[in-house]
């Protein structure tokens, strides 16, 4: 075309940037070849990306059981003996009333003696009298002793009750095979000492005013 410059074969093939197609080309085969390498590659990081993102399982440190109690720790500490309720001086002699009629009823002393001072004379002869009966397989037929009134006096480490006492009537059986002794009701006045030991208030002595 007359206008434009004509360029050669030659020179457009020197010209910088420009190659021909020849031996050098990359094939159809090497093109299919590069793009399996390039995705195996890119697989392969995407692989190792993902295992340093997964966070690691968090196992906590082990902690140790709880230690097992030492002997001295596991053994029941001792713990003190009951504390003896401490009655008032009527409440005393009103127990020990009641525990020597029970006494009176099926000839266990235990009770009545546990609340008698045992140097009191007076009071271990009402309670031995019981046991005699009892162990010789005679029996008591009555409802023993009521309290109808009490009145407390003295220091209160060394009391004073004095007690109206209806005496229930009944019979005695001294031993087995003997005849019943009956006797009748009575009231007395009866006078009852006491003092502290070991904590609670125990009987030393018991009187008849009338």
Same mark, same amino acid.
């Given at each position: 075309? $007359?206008?434009?410059?004509?360029?050669?074969? +030659?020179?457009?093939?020197?010209?910088?940037?420009? #190659? /021909?197609?020849?031996?050098? &080309?990359? $094939?159809?085969?090497?093109?299919?070849?590069?793009?399996?390498?390039?995705?195996?590659?890119? @697989?392969?990081?995407?692989?190792?990306?993902?295992? !340093?993102?997964?966070?690691?399982?968090?196992?906590?440190?082990?902690?140790?059981?709880?230690?097992?109690?030492?002997?001295?720790?596991?053994?029941?500490?001792?713990? $003190?003996?009951?504390?003896? !309720?401490?009655?008032?001086?009527?409440?005393?002699?009103?127990?020990?009333?009641?525990?020597?009629?029970?006494?009176?009823?099926?000839?266990? /002393?235990?009770?009545?003696? &546990? @609340? /008698?001072?045992?140097?009191? +004379?007076?009071? %271990?002869?009402? %309670?031995?009298?019981? !046991?005699?009966?009892? !162990?010789?397989? #005679? +029996?008591?037929?009555?409802?023993?002793?009521? %309290?109808?009134?009490?009145? $407390?006096? #003295? &220091?209160?480490?060394?009391?004073?009750?004095?007690?109206?006492?209806?005496?229930?009537?009944?019979? /005695?059986?001294?031993?087995?095979?003997?005849?019943?002794? &009956?006797?009748?009701?009575?009231?007395?006045?009866?006078?009852?000492? @006491?003092?502290?030991?070991?904590?609670?208030?125990?009987?030393?002595?018991?009187?008849?005013?009338?």
């Amino acid at each position: 075309m $007359s206008g434009h410059p004509q360029i050669s074969a +030659e020179a457009f093939s020197a010209a910088p940037g420009v #190659g /021909t197609f020849g031996s050098s &080309a990359f $094939s159809g085969k090497d093109v299919l070849v590069a793009r399996l390498r390039a995705l195996v590659v890119a @697989l392969v990081l995407t692989t190792l990306v993902a295992c !340093e993102d997964e966070p690691s399982p968090d196992i906590a440190d082990p902690t140790p059981s709880s230690s097992a109690p030492s002997p001295s720790e596991s053994a029941s500490s001792p713990t $003190s003996s009951p504390t003896v !309720e401490e009655l008032s001086p009527e409440e005393t002699v009103r127990a020990w009333v009641d525990a020597r009629n029970q006494a009176l009823q099926d000839g266990d /002393t235990g009770q009545v003696r &546990a @609340l /008698t001072d045992p140097t009191c +004379e007076g009071c %271990i002869g009402l %309670i031995e009298s019981i !046991e005699e009966v009892y !162990e010789a397989g #005679g +029996e008591y037929r009555t409802k023993g002793w009521r %309290i109808k009134s009490m009145k $407390s006096k #003295g &220091a209160a480490s060394r009391p004073t009750v004095d007690a109206a006492m209806v005496i229930a009537g009944g019979s /005695t059986i001294n031993a087995a095979g003997e005849a019943p002794v &009956a006797y009748p009701p009575d009231r007395r006045i009866v006078v009852f000492k @006491l003092h502290a030991a070991n904590g609670a208030l125990v009987i030393d002595f018991v009187g008849f005013l009338s």
